[in-house]
């Protein structure tokens, strides 16, 4: 206890001496604790052919990616990126590209999901209207950022497509990707959607970063989405007469992943079915404006917010 209580001692005469001769002087600056995101490091990192049988489907991964299993997924969208706990329900897991660390400033990660919602018929796919659906996800903005800012979140704005919804019906695969402006500021984040359809249902990797690694991301969609194949019996090209079908087609999934509030203007209730956990409406929404003030504040380390500032359980109309 001595040999603690010296050094306080000393510094307080040493301060009191100094104040008599530079009153006039600014208090030295308190340092900002950093958080601890040391355990990134004990994250096992997944390689090889990945076996999601939730999906019916294998991840094929080469040299560029890992992937972080269900749990490892969870901690880093609800510790690391903020998220409340229900956030990492239903997560499969992510996938990483090898050159980061999950928390790094510069990182980005897919979240991988599956619905189970039945075969997804692509015949209305040309119905898509990507002018119309942009204006109805503004009409719902209002609504969705007063809820924001009573939960402390700076607002989110539509600021436009950075990828505009399309289908390519040969690998069954729907696209789309967001530009979100974050508090009226300059921080823009990117909602980047693969969608991949099977016989039993939509498996999606959605690529969540900021809009300055957009051309990061758009390169690497093709070969995240290359990287899903399908159990045989399983794909798209499997379905047959009898097989569950799914309540809506490609244009009201599309609609039902930018956000309940288009989804129910467009007249599709039944695109609730898709919307199978809560906590995927914030993790977009969180992890923008949380990586947006980590990397204007603590210079590249996220931040992991604590309970008092969780979203209302409704969320933004924004899912991921």
Known sequence: MRQFLAPVVAVVFVGAAASAFASDQPPAPI?????????QDRLQHHTGQIALPDAHAKLNLGPDYYFLDAAAAKRVLTEGWGNPPEAGEGVLGMIVPTRFKPLEAASWGAVVTYQDVGYVSDKDARKIDQQKLLDQLRESEDESNARRKDAGYPTIHLAG?????????TRHLVIWAQDLAIG????????????????????????????????????AAGSIAQAAVFDPGSTYADHAKGDKAAEFGVAGLVAAGLGLAAAKKFG????????????????AAAFASVTAWVRKVMGGKKKTVSAGSTPPSGGPDLIS
Do not use: C, T
């Not at 497509?161 to 390519?168: F, L, T, V």
């Not at 909602?191 to 991301?217: A, K, P, T």
């Not at 599709?268 to 993790?283: C, E, R, S």
């Open 184 to 219: 009226g500021g300059e921080a823009h984040s990117l909602n980047y959607d693969i969608r991949l359809l099977n016989r039993q249902g939509v498996l999606s990797l959605n690529v969540i970063s900021s809009m300055g690694d957009l051309q990061d991301v758009r390169a």
């Open 31 to 39: 340092a900002a604790s950093q958080p601890d995101i040391s355990w």
């Open 268 to 283: 599709l209730l039944a695109i609730l079915l898709i919307v199978l956990k809560k906590g995927f409406v914030v993790i």
């Open 161 to 169: 497509w950075a990828e505009q919804p399309s289908y390519d019906p």
